[in-house]
């Protein structure tokens, strides 16, 4: 396939991407949610297969592979036993109503796209173009952990920033050593494994996972 | 022609200031002296809109210098295409209202002296032609306080009310901060004209050759913009708008609404694209956020509005915002220096000034023969109108579906020019702005869109259903002078929208002069019965052939379907069967605007209360509900109250200098004796 | 003069008020089928329509010029815009009288004036239809404008006709811009048309209903008209649709002999659309009101979002 069609799907994929990250921002139900990153994960993990045919960067197909294993099966797995066990109610409230979360996702995309100007002016990579909606999933993803109050919701928010991360590193650098990738997968399973033990934890001794109820341990009152 | 444009205008201005003068000799029958005088103002205004047009049309420039004026400081009068088409906005409008008033004014006689009326009325548009006219500062100003003067005393008209009194005094108050502003502003360009040397700067071409540096420019626009935003009621210094218009008259509220707001406009322009010519693209950003805030927040207040005239007056507010959005994205686009972008929008924006005179001007003359024959400003009282005022109707229906912007009427002509102007940002080289600039265009439709089912709203509770008042009014149609009146406002809006490319054409050279190139030889090139402004293939819009077309379908419908027409039974109201209907039972202002109340609501400060009344046995099924429903404008309490606050306490610590004692005022005098023998 | 456009104009005219009542009627057949039940048959509507038009009027006894006008006006409005899509080819010469603006705000003229005779009987239902009416079309206005300008962004004009020639001339097809554009103008028919999830068109409760109850009045040839209208709204806009997404098949300029198959594509993409409005309408359920600020903001940010991809991505 050509360069241009390359890009072409490239960018199909990030607009995928980015409307991923949107959808989990006002999704109210955490079974949705959790389909919603199943997908991110799986648009990334095309994305990435094919940088790594154009790119001819053969570490690429294992990245997806991983990103494949990981976000696609494992992860949501994880998540989906998480939710069932703890009997997980599936509206969520949030802290700020629905359409002023859209318009400040909207903002943060604007943003990012003028903060990423001078790194498309220098890049000669054929995902350019790319960087500024990885940093905007990133940004969407902390939004994402502000205003949820779900302890779920929340880790969902992180894991969907490290995916806007993963996006950017593709996207800027043609991927990290696979070193590094390694590594960063074995954190997010431990990482998603901790979570898992502490939110029965939380949820004994609080017996809900409503982030407001952990105001209670400050000190002060 | 034996008569140049600018002496057309100067007669006209005369024979107001004549008239605002003498009409008082009149004032022993006030029949007469209603009827003669304004016949005369109509005959004065329609002069002043010939002058206009006239001006434009041929496009030249015109000065008088006047012998009046201080000494070494004399007035100049310019009438140049820019003056002209302002002055054929505001001699249009004056001469349908001055119309209008013949028979409106008949309805105080024998209640209150209407002299007052008269004077100040012809003193106002005197000063308004004057303004426009204006060439140097001073006479700007001079006629900017006359023109404040006259309508704050006609504000008072009815001054026994305290709220009327309160009304004016507001208004008062926000035009003298707005003067003032503008006064710095002059003052700081006609000092940069002359390096702050001598007072010769203060003439508009001392100004207008200058090459003002970027900061003092930048200082000046800002109090210029200030003080003419002041006085067009842009948010936030809109707040004395919807209390000082619905109070005035209903002939005065149309003029206030439709011309004054304008010369503030007037002013923009002239500062902006005249005087200092060559600005940063900021400017125009600020210009369009602001007219966007006004625009949509100027609807949400109308929206909750169910005194009549009020309604209008924030409608005034959203108006004056659209014509900033043109504006602003003219400036934007000369500053990127893209002249044909700059035209269309411009074009847009100066269109919609005179759409908006003229449709606001009849929206209130409708409104005053409603108050006419009803005497109630509050539409949940009325209804059912359009029965026994039909004329009324249908030409407040003509202002109602222009302002929300259908076609084929003029509302719409301008809103389809501002979106094409709104389209074209793609081309600007900032790629910020080209992706802020669209979300502009949708708050725009939103305020269309709000703009529209207000006016259902408006025209709805008013006109249709039934009486929603206690007592039976006894309700008559408006005389004819008022009828006609608004007839000729109601024709000029479907002339408008049906036959742009003209008036385009008309207006071309103002684009010219002002941004550098015209969109006429685009505008027309399809032929004149299509709009093409930029290209034909871009976009295009033939306001007489979707006129045409609606009315060939309507009529061949109707006479197709009544070859065999078949009986019409007139029957009590069907209401899916249920019997006990009564008028209270309709909807009014409140409830039809209670959905987006609920949705948009976190605008303003809302407080909505139900409380059961008595009850009648068990408490599921009360007697009588209390609905409360209070809502404030949240301007109030961030800006005016802080503001009123911090100056009463400064006044209280600089009262303290007043002792009262004769020898701290000696003191005084002795303090101020010595420094100035030490500094001089 | 050339002739010939004028031809393929009224033909147009003629099959949209032909076709309009037949998709109505698939439509509802569709529906039928994927709830179990036996339609009343594919052209029914007709059947209805030619009922009502026989039938005498019953007007209120305060009913106002403006009640027995709105159903001429509202038809009036509805066939001029049915003139300006290109339903069978892009060689309208009314084309150039109206661009996708001027289409938005007939329908928007059809609205005001149903919402004016909904309030002229003085019921509470009406009122209720009008208020509910005026404020959706309030919310759904931003999303329409947005998605008309991401639509034509790419081929930098607003001109249907034009649209539809930079389609067939453009080469790439993977435009995420459009692709959300298309997304959010779904959700926009939906709401502009009245079906599920924002209104039922087949309620008889009358505090779900918003665009019948603003009719709830009207009898004879008024609400024949008035039912046609509605036929004709909700085929132009899935026209609209076809020709700024899927313009294929439709004719080109000066190009007659591929009028008949630009009718037998078009009965095709009808077809698809039914069944895909039917499985969107048979998947959800009628929303509260206030949830629509979601659904609208929801086309809104999509619209958005296809701007922003444009400049971004494109």
């Known amino acids: 396939m050509t360069i241009q069609f390359a890009a072409q799907i490239i960018g199909f994929l990030a607009a995928l991407v980015l409307l991923t990250a949107f959808g989990m921002l006002v999704q109210r139900r955490m079974t949705g949610l959790i389909h919603l990153f199943t997908w991110q994960g799986l648009f990334l993990s095309i994305s990435t297969a094919v940088v790594g045919f154009v790119a001819g960067q053969r570490h690429l197909y294992i990245s997806s592979l991983l990103t494949l294993s990981l976000k696609v099966i494992l992860l949501p797995y994880i998540l989906h036993v998480l939710v069932r066990r703890l009997r997980i109610q599936r509206e969520i409230e949030t802290v700020v109503n629905v359409p002023l979360t859209m318009l400040i996702g909207v903002a943060l995309v604007i943003f990012s796209y003028h903060l990423t100007a001078p790194v498309r002016e220098l890049s000669t990579l054929v995902t350019r173009s790319v960087l500024a909606i990885a940093l905007a999933t990133v940004m969407i993803g902390l939004l994402m952990m502000i205003t949820r109050r779900h302890a779920v919701t929340q880790i969902i928010g992180f894991l969907a920033m490290e995916n806007g991360l993963f996006f950017a590193a593709t996207s800027a650098t043609y991927g990290m050593p696979l070193v590094v990738e390694l590594g960063v997968a074995l954190d997010i399973l431990i990482a998603a494994f901790i979570f898992g033990i502490f939110f029965f934890h939380i949820h004994t001794t609080f017996d809900s996972l409503d982030v407001e109820q952990m105001a209670k341990l400050k000190e002060g009152d | ?337 893209l002249p044909l972008l700059a035209a269309l929008a411009l074009i847009a924006g100066l269109y919609h000034t005179m759409n908006h005179a003229v449709f606001k001007g009849l929206l209130f003359m409708g409104a005053g023969a409603v108050l006419h024959a009803t005497h109630e400003r509050n539409m949940e009282e009325m209804g059912g109108l359009i029965h026994q005022m039909p004329w009324t109707a249908a030409l407040f229906l003509v202002g109602c579906v222009s302002i929300s912007a259908l076609p084929p009427f003029n509302g719409f002509v301008s809103e389809w020019l501002t979106y094409q102007a709104f389209l074209l940002s793609p081309a600007l080289p900032s790629p910020l702005l080209k992706l802020l600039i669209p979300l502009g265009a949708a708050l725009l439709a939103l305020t269309g869109a709000l703009a529209a089912a207000c006016f259902v709203k408006a025209f709805g509770v008013t006109f249709l259903g039934h009486w929603r008042g206690h007592h039976n009014p006894e309700v008559h149609e408006a005389n004819w002078p008022m009828r006609l009146g608004m007839i000729m406002a109601a024709l000029t809006c479907l002339g408008l929208g049906i036959l742009p490319t003209m008036f385009i054409g008309w207006m071309d050279i103002l684009a010219e002069q002002l941004v550098g190139t015209k969109i006429g030889t685009s505008a027309g090139a399809y032929g004149w019965m299509w709009l093409t402004p930029v290209a034909p293939e871009r976009a295009s819009y033939s ?138 | 003069m050339n002739i010939y456009p004028f031809v393929i104009e009224i033909l147009q005219f003629l099959v949209l008020l032909g076709a309009a009542p037949v998709f109505a009627g698939w439509v509802k057949m569709l529906k039928c089928w994927s709830q179990g039940r036996s339609s009343p048959g594919l052209f029914q509507p007709y059947r209805d329509i030619i009922k009502l038009f026989s039938k005498d009027l019953v007007l209120a006894e305060n009913a106002s010029w403006i009640f027995r006008f709105t159903p001429y006006l509202v038809f009036g409005a509805t066939l001029l815009a049915g003139g300006i899509i290109p339903i069978l080819s892009t060689d309208l010469p009314l084309a150039a009288t109206a661009d996708v603006i001027v289409l938005v705000a007939l329908f928007a003229i059809a609205r005001f004036f149903t919402a004016l005779s909904g309030m002229d009987i003085g019921t509470a239902f009406g009122g209720m239809g009008s208020s509910r009416e005026m404020t959706i079309a309030s919310l759904a206005e931003p999303a329409m404008l947005m998605a008309i300008f991401t639509i034509s962004l790419a081929s930098k004009s607003t001109s249907l006709s034009q649209m539809v020639q930079v389609v067939y001339s453009g080469q790439s097809v993977l435009r995420p811009s459009i692709a959300f554009a298309l997304l959010a103008f779904v959700l926009i028919v939906l709401a502009e048309t009245g079906r599920i999830p924002v209104d039922n068109p087949a309620t008889h409760l009358e505090l779900t209903m918003i665009h019948e109850a603003m009719i709830l009045e009207y009898s004879g040839r008024h609400l024949a008209l008035i039912e046609w209208a509605g036929m004709m709204k909700l085929f132009l806009f899935i026209m609209f649709g076809i020709a700024a997404f899927f313009p294929w098949g439709i004719a080109a300029w000066g190009d007659l002999y591929a009028i008949p198959f630009a009718f037998l594509f078009m009965l095709l993409k009808l077809g698809i659309a039914g069944v895909s409005l039917v499985l969107i309408e048979t998947g959800l359920a009628k929303m509260r009101l206030f949830r629509l600020t979601e659904f609208l903001g929801s086309a809104f940010l999509l619209a958005t979002l296809g701007m922003l991809s444009y400049f971004i991505l494109e």
């Not at chain 2, 209008?312 to 000369?334: C, D, P, R, W």
């Not at chain 2, 065999?564 to 309709?586: A, L, S, T, Y």
């Not at chain 2, 400060?605 to 404030?632: D, N, T």
């Open chain 2, 1 to 337: 022609m034996m008569f140049t444009p600018i002496e057309l205008a100067s007669s006209a201005i005369l024979l107001f200031l004549f008239l605002g003068v003498f009409s008082f000799l009149l004032s022993w029958n006030q029949r007469v002296m209603i009827d003669i005088c304004f016949s005369l103002a109509a005959i004065a205004s329609f002069l002043g809109f010939a002058a206009g047009a006239w001006t434009v049309a041929n496009g030249g420039t015109e000065k008088i210098v006047l012998l009046l004026g201080l000494p070494d400081l004399p007035f100049h009068l310019r009438l140049d295409p820019l003056a002209g088409f302002f002055l054929t906005v505001i001699g249009l409008l004056s001469f349908f209202v001055s119309v209008y008033s013949i028979g409106y004014v008949r309805g105080f006689i024998g209640k209150r002296s209407v002299t007052s009326l008269v004077i100040f009325y012809c003193l106002f548009i005197a000063g308004m032609f004057m303004v426009v006219m204006a060439d140097d500062a001073l006479i700007f100003l001079i006629s900017w306080e006359i023109m404040a003067a006259a309508s704050y005393f006609l504000v008072l008209f009815e001054h026994e009310r305290i709220e009327n009194r309160r009304a004016a005094f507001l208004y008062l108050v926000v035009a003298h901060v707005g003067a003032i502003a503008i006064l710095l502003s002059f003052g700081l360009m006609a000092g940069l004209a002359t390096g702050f040397k001598d007072f010769s700067g203060y003439t508009f071409d001392a100004m207008r050759a200058t090459q003002f540096p970027v900061d003092w420019a930048t200082a000046a626009f800002l109090l210029a913009f200030f003080g003419f935003a002041a006085k067009a009621g842009i948010v936030p210094l809109h707040v004395w708008l919807p209390e000082a218009h619905p109070v005035a008259p209903s002939n005065v509220s149309a003029l206030m609404s439709g011309v004054m707001l304008k010369t503030a406009i007037y002013g923009i322009i002239r500062v902006t694209f005249d005087l200092i010519k060559v600005f940063p693209w900021w400017w125009g950003a600020l210009v369009l956020v602001l007219g966007l805030i006004s625009a949509v927040m100027g609807v949400l207040y109308a929206l909750m509005q169910h005194d009549l005239k009020r309604l209008l007056a924030y409608h005034s507010v959203e108006n004056i915002g659209i014509i900033l959005i043109g504006l602003g994205l003219a400036m934007i686009f000369t500053s990127f220096k």
């Open chain 2, 543 to 680: 306001g007489i052939i979707v006129f045409l077309g609606i009315l060939a379908v309507v009529v061949s419908a109707y006479l197709i379907l009544h070859i065999r027409p078949g009986k019409i039974h007139r029957v009590p109201i069907w209401d899916c069967g249920f019997e006990k209907i009564n008028q209270r039972m309709q909807y009014n202002a409140t409830s039809f605007s209670m959905p987006i109340r609920r949705i948009f609501g976190f605008f303003f400060s809302i407080r909505e209360q139900v409380r059961v009344g008595s009850l009648s046995g068990h408490a599921a099924f009360p007697k009588r509900l209390h609905y409360y429903l209070r809502i404030r404008d949240r301007f109030w309490g961030w800006l005016y109250k802080p503001i009123a606050v911090s100056s009463f306490w400064i006044a209280r610590k600089v009262g303290r200098l007043q002792q009262g004692r004769i020898q701290a005022y000696l003191i005084y005098s002795f303090i101020t004796i010595i420094v100035l023998l030490v500094f001089l």
